[in-house]
């Protein structure tokens, strides 16, 4: 059965996407069936993998408000075991579909159960909000995974990020667990970046992974070609940074079996 994991931090700008896409793409290079869910309007890790948001049969869109199955959204990205639900901006106006809806909180959870079994991870990428499309992603995973920006402000917004999963965990998904926390766009030459490690790790003991992703101007670029790291610039720091967190990654998936 293939494990659904949300990529979640209520702040936008702190990696969610470029984790996402740069974490699936390794997966996908190395063997593991992947399948990225765009649940943000915004449609930045559709994008990301080179895929034309105004020209899509099927979207996110469909799948929230019923008018297609998973099956007739998912997309192949032209990369080997990689495929993608994507998501365009009419998912907006699905938040408020959402709130006439019976059982609102749970159509994504129905709407991928019988596909799960086909893929070896689902990613699910959410929005900078708690809204109602956050809640469905939450309520469907199995896991969450959340990128901290290693800046000023990091650990603010984070106990509000952690009454959220308690409140999902209490309400929605009693097993929801952290699958683990990725400290991003960090800058060695700064005390700044070393202190903020210090203090995410003292927070979240034992859950923050030990490859910390650097500022690399690479990983920022990568987008507007439609490309991952590993393939727009497979020798870049970010590049090395994403392989090794998947290695991590994985390593630490074998530990939990
Ligand atoms: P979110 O999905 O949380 O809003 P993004 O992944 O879109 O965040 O990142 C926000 C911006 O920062 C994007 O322009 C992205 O390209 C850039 N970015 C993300 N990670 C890095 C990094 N490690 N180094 C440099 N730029 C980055
Ligand atoms: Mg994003």
Known sequence: MGKVIAIFNQKGG?????TNVNISACLAAK???TLVIDIDPQGNTTSGFGIDKTSLEYSMYDLIIGSANAKQC???????????????????????????????????????MDIKQEYDYI???????LGLLTINALTAVD????????????????????????????????DLMIQGVVLSMFDGRT???IQVVDEVKKYFRGKVYTTVIP?????????SYGLSIVEYDPKSKGAEAYMELTEEFLDLEEDVI
């Open 191 to 193: 005390n700044l970046s």
């Open 14 to 18: 702190v990696g969610k996407t470029t």
């Open 74 to 112: 998912i997309l192949e990205t032209n990369r080997e075991n990689l495929y993608i639900i994507p998501s365009s901006v009419q998912l907006a106006g699905a938040e408020i579909e959402l709130t006439e809806m019976d059982e609102r909180e749970k159509i994504l959870k129905m709407a991928i």
């Open 143 to 174: 896991s969450v995974l959340i990128p901290i920006q290693c800046e000023y402000y990091a650990l603010e917004g984070v106990s509000q990020l952690m009454n959220t999963i308690e409140l999902v965990r209490n309400n929605l998904n009693p």
């Open 31 to 33: 063997g593991k069936k």
């Open 215 to 223: 500022r690399n101007v690479r990983l920022a670029e990568a987008p």
């Open 123 to 129: 990613f699910v990428d959410c929005p900078p909000s």
